[in-house]
């Protein structure tokens, strides 16, 4: 396996959204992509995440590969890297560690262990969501940072013609609002009205790695797992979270 990546600063983000919830897990790598699917240690969110293989300069896999990595680790390595940076990856001929080069003005050589990680495979939650919301990143990290002074979780949900984020305890109550009118609202899409409540360090784990402009899709069921996605240069990356269900 040889793959060549211009720029390494956006494959340090991608790994970067992976790492925030994942400490170890499988990239596959074959004639598609390089792609991982993963739960974290808790096991209520997942992350799901792809790169083209024509995103790469150079993709040469001649069949899969498994590379079992510590992403705590791999993503230290990675904030090695200098602004236009370009990065190889390659597999030792043993399959037992990856090569990373980072190559810009000078090129420096990187050889860590691949570790053994048993996961079973895993399919993506199949959820008939009842709502999407399409808003600039920016706009809901701010949304979560206003929750984060009232509440550890946080409730999302729509009636249709606008987004909200609420939160609630003995601090007091917050109601974030945006509407179809507001900017950084780029698409509300509802068959009917949906609300669940998630941990709020979860989400703002989540949306680290997203620029404030990027468009974020949020899609609920009420009492349902929410799925967020954006994209990383030319990768995606889908979250799942699961709901905190209420008791009475």
């Keep these: 396996m040889e793959l060549v990546f211009e720029d390494a600063g956006l494959f340090k ?26 739960t974290d240690p808790s096991q209520i969110s997942m992350v799901d995440f792809f790169l083209d ?3 790469f300069k150079e993709f ?12 705590n680790y791999l993503s230290q390595i990675m904030a090695r890297a ?41 399919p993506s939650p199949k959820i008939d969501f009842d709502a999407e919301i399409i808003v600039a990143a920016g706009s809901l990290q701010d ?22 984020v609420k939160a609630h305890s003995s ?25 669940a409540m998630f941990p709020l360090d979860y989400l703002q ?7 404030s402009a990027t468009s974020v899709s949020v899609c609920l069921k009420s009492s349902a797992p929410v799925k967020i996605a954006y994209p990383i240069g030319a990768s995606t990356i889908t979250y799942f979270l699961a709901p905190r269900i209420e008791s009475d």
């Design 13 to 38: 983000r991608a790994v970067d959204a992976i790492a925030v919830l994942i400490d170890e897990a499988e990239f596959i790598v074959d004639q598609k992509g390089f792609a991982l699917k993963a």
């Design 53 to 55: 293989k024509n995103a």
């Design 60 to 71: 040469k896999v001649p069949s899969l590969v498994k590379l079992g990595l510590d992403l």
């Design 82 to 122: 200098k602004s236009k940076d370009a990065l190889e990856l390659a597999l030792e001929k043993d399959n037992s560690r990856l090569h990373i080069v980072f190559k810009g003005e000078g090129t420096r050589r990187f050889s860590i262990p691949l570790i053994d990680v048993s996961a079973a495979e895993l």
């Design 143 to 164: 949304s979560l940072k206003d929750a984060s002074l009232i509440s550890s979780h946080v409730s999302l949900g729509t009636d249709g013609a606008a987004f909200y």
């Design 171 to 195: 601090k007091g109550t917050l109601n974030n609002e945006l509407s179809k009118k507001d900017k950084s609202v780029k698409e509300i899409k509802a068959k009917k009205d949906a609300a």
């Design 205 to 211: 784990n989540m949306l680290k790695s997203a620029d």
